[in-house]
Structures are given as C-alpha cells and as structure tokens.
C-alpha cells in the first residue's frame, strides 16, 4: 500500500506544479488545483511515510520522479526545452536516488 500512496503523492504533485505553470500564464483559476494538488501530495506522502516507508527513500523517489515527470509533461503540454544535457540530469538523479535506496536496503 505505501508503494501506491507514494505514486499518489507524485501525481499530485506534478498535477499542482503543472497547474502552477498554466497559473502563471494569467488562468487564476488554476492556483486552486495547484493548493489541492500539494495538499494531497503531502497528505499521500505522510501515507506512505505511515506505512513504513523510510523518509530518505520515499522523498528521494517522490522528489525524483517529480522532477523527471514534470520535466517531460512540460515539454508535451508546453513545448518547453527538454535537452540531451537535461536529460542527463534527470538520469543522474534516478540513478541517485536507486543509490539511496539501494543503501537503505543494506
């Protein structure tokens, strides 16, 4: 169970960060998605901290997986750049956080 209130606190994060880009863009509407996206990561990430997760593991793999999927969802809805250089970073950070885990196991 913990495993999907984590990946239920990573879509909503990235759910709140994209609505916090079409925002920005002057549709205000959008600040409430953005409240009630963190909100449910939070509550989704304290979930799965609940049912045993460890605390490094768990935000390493929330904060990662956000990134990566924020940045690739930004690049198909928003046209942003999304470069090999870019890319790279986003695997230095899952190969990171697997390091973490990885550790966390042992």
């Given at each position: 169970m913990q495993w999907l209130f984590l990946a239920s606190a990573i879509v909503c994060e990235v759910i709140g960060t994209l609505s916090l880009r079409m925002a920005a863009t002057g549709r205000h509407a959008h600040y409430?998605?953005?409240?009630?996206?963190?909100?449910?990561?939070f509550v989704f990430l304290t979930l799965t901290?609940?049912?045993?997760?460890?605390?490094?593991?768990a935000y390493g793999i929330w904060a990662a997986a956000g990134v990566a999927l924020t940045?690739?969802?930004s690049r198909v809805l928003f046209k942003e750049p999304l470069t090999p250089?870019?890319?790279?970073?986003?695997?230095?950070?899952?190969?990171?956080?697997?390091?973490?885990?990885?550790?966390?196991?042992?």
């Amino acid at each position: 169970m913990q495993w999907l209130f984590l990946a239920s606190a990573i879509v909503c994060e990235v759910i709140g960060t994209l609505s916090l880009r079409m925002a920005a863009t002057g549709r205000h509407a959008h600040y409430v998605t953005v409240a009630f996206g963190y909100v449910l990561a939070f509550v989704f990430l304290t979930l799965t901290l609940d049912q045993g997760l460890g605390l490094g593991v768990a935000y390493g793999i929330w904060a990662a997986a956000g990134v990566a999927l924020t940045a690739i969802a930004s690049r198909v809805l928003f046209k942003e750049p999304l470069t090999p250089l870019m890319s790279g970073g986003i695997a230095l950070i899952i190969a990171g956080v697997l390091l973490v885990e990885l550790g966390a196991t042992h």
